[in-house]
């Protein structure tokens, strides 16, 4: 029997278990990468993530951007582009591929969206929306605070607390639109006219967090700009942190470095209102008090110049007595003329009851009725008697009455009546109609007339 030996070999790592202690590794190492290079063979498959390689003369690294990170780039990237991105690098466990997760892409250099941000500054200067006479003052006091940002983003948790904070009273509207990605501009834009058209707000908050320059540059943008610079409710713009700076911050006739600075600049603190107030209720108070001790004085010396009036109160008593006896004998006395003169009435309606007339036409009625009964039985009898003698003279001249003698009708087979022989040929279908039935024969012979 073989002895058993133990195994002194080193612990053997699975492929799954070294692929995962290495991701862990460079996960840990690089949390966040800026890499440079050139883009190379670039994949757009259906499901809306992209595949590309980053190099540069020496080397390349494989990299993924998935669409939730893709989908705010506004400029599709091509193959041999020199561009910047921001990510995470890791291992694709399956493949054992060393790749970077995308989250950021823009161009290398200045970069295009540096570049157009130049050009519309420049251009709207020079058109002079930036120009500090057009810029509208903000109320002192706001009565309604207007907020165009995402309604889910941090900006408008800020804003709100600030606001809670150092002015609860103010009413806040919120127009919500997307700060971020292809739709944002349009919607930033029907925002602010909805604001503008609402006309609730006098002072309007637009801005977001912060966020790179792409992430930004719907800010950027020539309509919202103009949508800024048309709007009449004062514009506070309040995108990014301090450091950053869009065309909108320009338009706007106040720029905030954050939005909580912009929840700040159009809300009034209330402490400051409750010390205000607390100095003017003291200030209040000692003026009544002032009030009251010259009132008191002047009260003082009309007490000495005013007359008893309870003899004054006795007078009018006594009047009011007067009157009100001369009232209740006038109003007795109207009252008793009212029923005399109602008495009168009824003993004349009595005498001129329509009961009576009505009893008196009904027997009318009721006579007329029985001669115009008599009258129609007359006429009709009349007209029955008419109708008989009238049957009894058709039956004579009836040609029925005529065959009922003996006599016939003869027809041929067209249904003509027959009145001569020479109608007639041998051989001929007749037809003999007589007072009680009729018969069809046949002509054997026809004699002449």
């Keep these: 029997m073989t002895p058993a030996y133990p195994d002194t070999r080193p612990h053997a790592l699975s492929v799954s278990e070294l692929n995962r202690q290495a991701r862990r590794l460079l996960e840990t190492s690089f949390m966040q990468v800026w890499v440079e290079g050139e883009i190379s ?42 561009i910047r991105i921001r990510g995470k690098v890791t291992l694709y466990e399956n493949r054992g591929d060393f790749q970077i997760i995308v989250e950021h892409m823009e161009p290398a250099g200045l970069g295009a969206l540096q570049q157009a941000f130049e050009a519309l500054k420049a251009k709207l200067q020079a058109e002079g929306l930036f120009d500090p006479t057009r810029k509208q003052r903000l109320p002192v006091t706001p009565k309604h605070i207007g907020v165009v940002t995402s309604p889910t983003g941090a ?3 800020d804003i709100l607390t600030v606001l809670a904070r150092r002015c609860p009273a103010i009413p806040v509207t919120i127009y919500p639109t997307a700060v971020q990605g292809k739709a944002a501009t349009s919607e930033i834009v029907n925002a602010i006219e909805r604001a503008r058209q609402h006309n609730a707000a006098d002072v309007l908050i637009i801005g977001r967090g912060g966020g790179s320059l792409e992430d930004l540059w719907c800010f950027n943008e020539e309509t919202v700009a103009r949508a800024i610079a048309n709007c009449h409710i004062p514009t506070v713009s309040a995108v990014g942190h301090e450091v950053d700076v869009t065309i909108a911050d320009f338009v706007a006739d106040l720029r905030a ?21 607390n100095e003017q209720q003291v200030r209040l108070g000692h003026s009544a008090q002032r009030l009251f001790k010259r009132l008191e004085n002047q009260l003082g010396h009309l007490g000495a110049r005013l007359r008893d009036p309870r003899r004054e109160l006795q007078d009018k008593a006594q009047r009011m007595d007067e009157l009100d006896m001369r009232l209740n004998h006038a109003m007795r006395q109207k009252i008793e003329q009212q029923s005399l003169k109602t008495h009168h009435l009824t003993l004349r ?14 027997e009318q009625v009721g006579k007329l009725n029985d001669r115009m009964q008599a009258a129609i039985q007359h006429n009709l009898r009349q007209q029955q008697d008419k109708l008989h ?18 006599y016939s009708i003869v027809k041929n087979a067209t249904g003509d009546i027959v009145r001569n022989t020479s109608q007639l040929s041998k051989g001929d279908t007749i037809r003999a109609q007589f007072g009680q039935g009729h018969i069809s024969a046949t002509v054997t012979e026809v004699e002449p007339p």
């Design 257 to 277: 470095p954050t939005p909580s600075a912009a929840a700040e600049k159009v809300s009034p603190d209330q402490q400051d209102w409750l010390r205000r107030l």
């Design 349 to 362: 309606l009595e005498t001129q009851s329509p009961r009576k007339m009505i009893t008196s036409t009904a």
């Design 389 to 406: 003698l009238q049957a009894q003279t058709l039956n004579v001249v009836s040609p029925l009455a005529t065959l009922g003698r003996g």
């Design 155 to 157: 900006a408008i948790h």
């Design 41 to 82: 063979g670039l994949s757009r498959p259906s499901s809306g993530h992209w595949y590309f390689s980053l190099k540069d003369q020496k080397c390349q690294i494989r990299c993924a951007m998935f669409r939730g990170a893709n989908q705010h780039i506004r400029t599709l990237p091509r193959e041999g582009d020199q």
